[in-house]
């Protein structure tokens, strides 16, 4: 795509005409087809704004290095139309006439204005006019034709619309930008004057509704600029030299008009554009110069685009002056901050992010300063314009993520010291037995400890990582020492439990022994002495029987040698009842 201009050696009307045959299907990517005019980037402009690698990388195929050719936004385009939220705000350097009616079809495929209308629909619902209601039925009618490229059948619509609410905003934008962009093979109902009229309308009406919702100010704003846009499309048929009058009298009035644009929204690049580029025409330097300043401000492309605009030819030497100055602007700006961003870099990679949480941020920044080198490098305004950003990103991010990582460290070098401590708490009274490895452990531990205090960079970490790892060492040893002892103390503690046992067991068993004896003893001796009785009784009965038989005395003894023969029994029954149990 080419950026027309009075001048340009076809109306404004056959422009569109050939730059609308990129077509784009509302359901599958732009296309591109028939033939495009093409525009020359100039070495100074190439040397100062962007490179070829620059152009490749911002236009894609839109630029041919070979040629040093641009089709101006071909490729920006499609990446601009794939925001849901596309508008000419949003495309910035990237917009052109042809796109203005691919807009609106977005727009109506995305439905990203249908919030507002209900707003408003809402508001005439309470007013129970069926008339309003059946004014946005035809303008829904008039965005289906207008989707399908029937511009003719849906200016229809749209005038029906009109007829039954002639002040809504919608309806009046959609006529006024299909009379100013609609052409395409089939139909051609282009009419500069009706353009103006109805946007003019539809700026108005957008005011009025700004109280509604505060988004109606940037609609305004786009119909103020587009109304300019009329103007300075008939100028095409204007001679300056011949009509130098109405010339300057169009410019003027299309120079208030995209002033009122950028008061309804700041943030319009094209209106400030629009309006350099009308005062480029007057040869008003000096404020054609300003106003592109704040455009190339929003959007550092319009350095670009205003290089292949023809429109500025008047005003080229200034043009080039302000992109050198742009450059030297950049450049020193950037300069400034490079030597504290290749300072943050080369602390950088003095740290590891192996393993590391931040590994991610780590590379980005590494490619980032990669990006700056290799931009600065370039000495243009986008190559130094593009690497400010980062630099202060890089400065912003590298302190941070060098503090994470440190942070990162020093935990995992707390977490090994702890280990450590506890090792040796848990030796308890066995730590005596190792006190040199002991003592080593804790050396190391301490000095360790000493590092995170001090804990600067990565090498600050290794000393620590080293000690920590010495210290793990000496605290190993120093556990199998005290576990060894553990073991054995235990051997030893389950020896002697052993022992007593069994010496506890046989006092048991010689106590229950003893008793054993000592019954036996009873048991024989009272046994004994019971026999000892009866003999004795048998005893002296048998020898009192025989003295009554011999003598005729009859004295009965028999109970004193019982009581003998007891005694007697009794005394030899414990004396064997002792010998038996030993």
Same mark, same amino acid.
């Given at each position: 795509? %080419?950026?027309?201009?009075?001048?340009?050696?076809?109306?404004?009307? *056959?422009?569109?005409?050939?730059?609308?045959?990129?077509?784009?299907?509302?359901?599958?990517?732009?296309?591109?087809?028939?033939?495009?005019?093409?525009?020359?980037?100039?070495? /100074?402009?190439?040397?100062?704004?962007?490179?070829?690698?620059?152009?490749?990388?911002?236009?894609?195929?839109?630029?041919?290095?070979?040629?040093?050719?641009?089709?101006?936004?071909?490729?920006?385009?499609?990446?601009?139309?794939?925001?849901?939220?596309?508008?000419?705000?949003?495309?910035?350097?990237?917009?052109?006439?042809?796109?203005?009616?691919?807009?609106?079809?977005?727009?109506?495929?995305?439905?990203?204005?249908?919030?507002?209308?209900?707003?408003?629909?809402?508001?005439?619902?309470?007013?129970?006019?069926?008339?309003?209601?059946?004014? @946005?039925?035809?303008?829904?009618?008039?965005?289906?034709?207008?989707?399908?490229?029937?511009?003719?059948?849906?200016?229809?619509?749209?005038?029906?619309?009109?007829?039954?609410?002639?002040?809504?905003?919608?309806?009046?934008?959609?006529? $006024?930008?299909?009379?100013?962009?609609?052409?395409?093979?089939?139909?051609?109902?282009?009419?500069?004057?009706?353009?103006?009229?109805?946007?003019?309308?539809?700026? @108005?009406?957008?005011?009025?509704?700004?109280?509604?919702?505060?988004?109606?100010?940037?609609?305004?704003?786009?119909?103020?600029?587009?109304?300019?846009?009329?103007?300075?499309?008939?100028?095409?048929?204007?001679?300056?030299?011949?009509?130098?009058?109405?010339? /300057?009298?169009?410019?003027?009035?299309?120079?208030?008009?995209?002033?009122?644009?950028?008061?309804?929204?700041?943030?319009?690049?094209?209106?400030?554009?629009?309006?350099? *580029?009308?005062?480029?025409? +007057?040869? +008003?330097?000096?404020?054609?110069? %300003?106003?592109?300043?704040?455009?190339?401000?929003?959007?550092?492309?319009?350095?670009?685009?205003?290089?292949?605009?023809?429109?500025?030819?008047?005003?080229?030497?200034?043009?080039?002056?302000?992109?050198?100055?742009?450059?030297?602007?950049?450049? *020193?700006?950037?300069?400034?901050?490079?030597?504290?961003?290749?300072?943050?870099?080369?602390?950088?990679? *003095?740290?590891?992010?192996?393993?590391?949480?931040?590994?991610?941020?780590?590379?980005?920044?590494?490619?980032?300063?990669?990006?700056?080198?290799?931009?600065?490098?370039?000495?243009?305004?986008?190559?130094?314009?593009?690497?400010?950003?980062?630099?202060?990103?890089?400065?912003?991010?590298?302190?941070?993520?060098?503090?994470?990582?440190?942070?990162?460290?020093?935990?995992?070098?707390?977490?090994?010291?702890?280990?450590?401590?506890?090792?040796?708490?848990?030796? $308890?009274?066995?730590?005596?037995?190792?006190?040199?490895?002991?003592?080593?452990?804790?050396?190391?531990?301490?000095?360790?400890?000493?590092?995170?205090?001090?804990?600067?960079?990565?090498?600050?970490?290794?000393?620590?990582?080293?000690?920590?790892?010495?210290?793990?060492?000496? %605290?190993?040893?120093?556990?199998?020492?005290?576990?060894?002892?553990?073991?054995?103390?235990?051997?030893?503690?389950? +020896?002697?439990?052993?022992?007593?046992?069994?010496?506890?067991?046989?006092?048991?068993?010689?106590?229950?022994? +003893?008793?054993?004896?000592?019954?036996?003893?009873?048991?024989?001796? $009272?046994?004994?002495?019971?026999?000892?009785?009866?003999? $004795?009784?048998?005893?002296?009965?048998?020898?009192?029987?025989?003295?009554?038989?011999?003598?005729?005395?009859?004295?009965?003894?028999?109970?004193?040698?019982?009581?003998?023969?007891?005694?007697?029994?009794?005394?030899?029954?414990?004396?064997?009842?002792?010998?038996?149990?030993?």
């Amino acid at each position: 795509m %080419s950026i027309w201009y009075p001048g340009y050696g076809t109306s404004f009307s *056959k422009y569109l005409l050939l730059e609308t045959k990129v077509g784009r299907d509302l359901a599958g990517p732009i296309t591109k087809s028939g033939e495009s005019i093409t525009s020359y980037i100039s070495e /100074q402009t190439r040397s100062i704004v962007a490179n070829n690698d620059q152009l490749e990388q911002i236009l894609g195929s839109g630029f041919n290095s070979l040629t040093n050719s641009i089709n101006w936004g071909f490729d920006s385009i499609e990446f601009a139309l794939q925001d849901v939220n596309a508008s000419i705000e949003s495309l910035h350097a990237s917009f052109n006439y042809g796109l203005t009616l691919m807009l609106d079809q977005v727009r109506i495929s995305n439905n990203l204005l249908t919030s507002l209308i209900e707003k408003i629909d809402s508001i005439n619902d309470k007013l129970g006019n069926p008339t309003l209601t059946g004014s @946005r039925e035809f303008y829904n009618m008039g965005c289906v034709r207008l989707s399908k490229g029937l511009y003719d059948k849906a200016l229809e619509s749209f005038h029906k619309a009109e007829k039954m609410n002639d002040t809504d905003f919608f309806t009046q934008f959609k006529i $006024g930008n299909i009379y100013l962009y609609g052409i395409n093979n089939d139909v051609n109902v282009i009419d500069l004057d009706k353009a103006k009229y109805h946007l003019l309308n539809a700026a @108005r009406y957008a005011k009025a509704e700004c109280i509604i919702d505060a988004s109606f100010e940037k609609l305004g704003a786009e119909a103020y600029l587009h109304a300019a846009i009329s103007i300075y499309a008939k100028l095409h048929d204007l001679l300056p030299e011949k009509q130098q009058k109405e010339y /300057q009298s169009l410019l003027d009035e299309a120079i208030q008009l995209t002033k009122k644009a950028a008061e309804l929204n700041p943030n319009l690049a094209e209106a400030y554009y629009h309006e350099a *580029k009308f005062y480029a025409l +007057q040869n +008003q330097a000096e404020l054609s110069i %300003s106003l592109l300043k704040k455009a190339i401000d929003i959007d550092m492309n319009y350095a670009i685009k205003v290089s292949i605009d023809k429109a500025f030819d008047n005003v080229e030497s200034n043009v080039q002056k302000l992109l050198y100055d742009l450059k030297e602007i950049n450049k *020193k700006d950037c300069i400034n901050l490079l030597p504290n961003v290749q300072s943050l870099v080369s602390n950088l990679k *003095k740290w590891t992010f192996n393993n590391s949480s931040y590994n991610k941020e780590f590379f980005t920044c590494l490619q980032n300063y990669k990006f700056v080198k290799q931009n600065s490098n370039y000495d243009t305004i986008l190559g130094y314009y593009n690497s400010i950003p980062i630099c202060k990103k890089i400065i912003e991010t590298i302190p941070e993520l060098i503090n994470n990582r440190k942070t990162e460290l020093r935990n995992e070098l707390k977490i090994r010291i702890h280990n450590c401590e506890k090792m040796l708490s848990d030796m $308890g009274r066995y730590g005596y037995e190792a006190d040199e490895n002991i003592e080593n452990t804790l050396f190391f531990i301490n000095s360790a400890k000493t590092g995170l205090t001090e804990f600067k960079n990565q090498n600050d970490y290794e000393n620590a990582l080293s000690d920590i790892s010495k210290a793990q060492i000496f %605290s190993e040893k120093a556990k199998q020492i005290t576990d060894n002892f553990i073991r054995l103390d235990k051997e030893q503690r389950d +020896q002697k439990n052993r022992q007593e046992k069994e010496e506890k067991e046989k006092i048991l068993k010689e106590k229950k022994l +003893q008793k054993t004896r000592n019954e036996s003893s009873l048991d024989r001796a $009272g046994g004994l002495a019971f026999l000892g009785a009866i003999i $004795g009784f048998i005893t002296g009965f048998v020898s009192c029987v025989k003295n009554v038989q011999h003598d005729g005395s009859g004295n009965w003894h028999f109970i004193t040698y019982a009581f003998w023969g007891a005694i007697i029994g009794a005394i030899v029954g414990a004396i064997s009842g002792q010998l038996k149990s030993e």
